[in-house]
C-alpha cells in the first residue's frame, strides 16, 4: 500500500521561510509531486523530483531523498497569496501516472 | 487554449437520484482520472481510465461509474447506492507514463439535499 504524511495545518508571517515535509512509504516510487490548491479550486502544479537533491523553482524549491522517504517543500519570501493547501503526491506501482497523495498542508500567511 | 473542463462547478442532487459529472479535456492525454476531496482529507481515487473503452476502479469506486467512449470525455455518475455522496470532484488527466504531471479541472461541489 502507500502511505503519505504530512502534517496538517502551518502558520507563518509574510517574508518568513517556512518548510512543508512529506515521508511517504510506497510500495514502488517513481517521483514525488508537489501540488498548491486554493480553497474550492484545482490543484496547480509546483514541482517534482525524481532523482535525490533539490530543485529551485524561484521562490519555490522542493527536495527528496529517496533511502529516507522524505521530501520537503521550502517555501522563501512568503506572501499572503501563498495562503493554501499544499499536497504532496508520490507516483509508483503497477499503474502508470497514478498519483498517491497526501491530506494536505493548510498553510496560512499572516501579515 | 488547452485544458480540461469540468461541468457545473456546483451540483445539487436530491437524495436517490443519480447524478453525472461532466469532464473534457484538449490535451491529447491517455490517462483520465477522478478524485473525490473531503474535508481535512487528500484526494481519494474513484476512477481511472488509461485508454479509450477501458477504466479500471480506483480506492472508493462503490456507488460510482464511468465510461471513457471517447478520449476527450470522462464523465463520472454519483449513484443513488452512494451513501455519502456531497463531497468536491475533480477530474485530472495526464499522458499516462511513470512521472508525468496530471492537469486537473477546477472541480465540481456536489451537495445532496
Known amino acids: 500500500g502507500q502511505n503519505i504524511d504530512q502534517p496538517t495545518e502551518m502558520t507563518a508571517t509574510e517574508g518568513a521561510i517556512v518548510q512543508i515535509n512529506c515521508t511517504y512509504q510506497?510500495?514502488?516510487?517513481?517521483?514525488l509531486f508537489w501540488y498548491q490548491q486554493h480553497a474550492g479550486e484545482a490543484p496547480t502544479f509546483l514541482s517534482y523530483?525524481?532523482?535525490?537533491g533539490l530543485e529551485e523553482k524561484g521562490r519555490f524549491s522542493s527536495f527528496l531523498s529517496r533511502s529516507k522517504g522524505y521530501s520537503y517543500l521550502l517555501l522563501k519570501e512568503l506572501q499572503m497569496k501563498d495562503s493554501a493547501s499544499y499536497l504532496c503526491a508520490v507516483t509508483g506501482g503497477s499503474t502508470l501516472g497514478r498519483l498517491y497523495f497526501g491530506r494536505g498542508t493548510q498553510l496560512t500567511v499572516w501579515p | 487554449d488547452g485544458g480540461i473542463t469540468q461541468s457545473p462547478k456546483y451540483l445539487f442532487r436530491k437524495e436517490g437520484q443519480n447524478v453525472t459529472l461532466s469532464c473534457e479535456q484538449n490535451l491529447n492525454h491517455d490517462a483520465m482520472y477522478w478524485y473525490r476531496q473531503d474535508p481535512g482529507q487528500g484526494l481519494r481515487l474513484i476512477y481511472y481510465s488509461q485508454i479509450v473503452n477501458d477504466f479500471q476502479k480506483g480506492d472508493i469506486a462503490e456507488g460510482y461509474s464511468v465510461s471513457r467512449e471517447k478520449k476527450e470525455s470522462f464523465p463520472l455518475t454519483v449513484t443513488s447506492a452512494q451513501k455519502n455522496p456531497t463531497a468536491f470532484y475533480l477530474c485530472a488527466s495526464s499522458i499516462g507514463q511513470a512521472n508525468t504531471e496530471a492537469f486537473f479541472g477546477q472541480g465540481t461541489r456536489l451537495t445532496v439535499v
Open positions: 510506497t510500495s514502488g516510487f517513481n517521483g
Open positions: 523530483n525524481v532523482l535525490d
